[in-house]
């Protein structure tokens, strides 16, 4: 399973780190994703981390503002999210992919944690 | 950014065929992947890579990718089958993942 954590209420310009744990399967043979969805709003894919090494890739309007991250020793994906604005305000989803390709499918999902951007 | 477009609803009557289509040019050379989304639940994997069924999917769900449109196709349809459902593709010409917008299928 996969579970997130770290969500919260912060202020427009602030920062908040998501965490994600994944188990039942090998953690590094998996590239993972952040997809989040906002209020009444579609599924928004966030970023791609490589199961190894240090590849990422990242949504246009993440570029520069998000930064993922894993720590294969603990099993934990993570979202670095600095100057949020009030258009952040989503449920972020962590999702394991079925390989260490980036056109793998998201076969495992976690509930998703939920971040607030309110002044 | 890689375009993917569905139609926001579908509506069909129980044990009929839902047809969900997901336009995007050329993405007959794309690998299709689609999810089904209920309030309060996980997101579920219901076709991979074009027609693949994942372990545990009905075989009612099936998948196809031809030309400009790829269709998720659930036959015999069930009141539980009544839910939000999203196709989504790798683009390699801009490294990102595209998800169509969604649609919400209705179980009449």
């Known amino acids: 399973q996969m579970v997130e954590s770290g969500g919260g209420v912060v202020r427009p310009g602030g920062s908040l780190r998501l965490s994600c744990e994944g188990s039942g399967f090998k953690f590094e043979d998996h590239a993972m994703h952040w997809v989040r969805q906002r209020p009444g709003k579609g599924l928004e894919w966030v970023s791609f981390?490589?199961?190894?090494?240090?590849?990422?890739y990242y949504g246009d309007s993440f570029k520069g503002r998000f930064t993922v991250s894993r720590d294969n020793t603990k099993n934990s994906l993570y979202l670095q999210m600095n100057n949020l604005g009030i258009e952040d305000t989503a449920l972020y989803h962590c999702?394991?992919?079925?390989?260490?390709?980036?056109?793998?499918?998201?076969?495992?999902w976690g509930r998703g944690t939920l971040v607030t951007v309110s002044s | 950014s890689y375009i993917l477009t569905q139609p926001p609803s579908v509506s069909v009557a129980p044990g009929q065929t839902a047809r969900i289509s997901c336009g995007g040019k050329d993405i007959e050379g794309r690998s299709v992947h689609w999810f089904q989304l209920k309030p309060g639940q996980l997101p579920l994997l219901v076709i991979s890579h074009d027609s693949d069924r994942p372990s545990g999917i009905p075989e009612r769900f099936s998948g196809s990718n031809s030309g400009n449109t790829a269709t998720l196709t659930i036959s015999r349809v069930e009141a539980a089958d009544e839910a939000d459902y999203y196709c989504q593709v790798w683009d390699t010409t801009s490294d990102q993942v595209a998800f169509g917008g969604g649609t919400k299928l209705t179980v009449l």
């Open positions: 999702a394991k992919a079925q390989g260490w390709n980036p056109s793998a499918a998201f076969d495992l």
């Open positions: 981390v490589a199961g190894v090494g240090t590849l990422t």
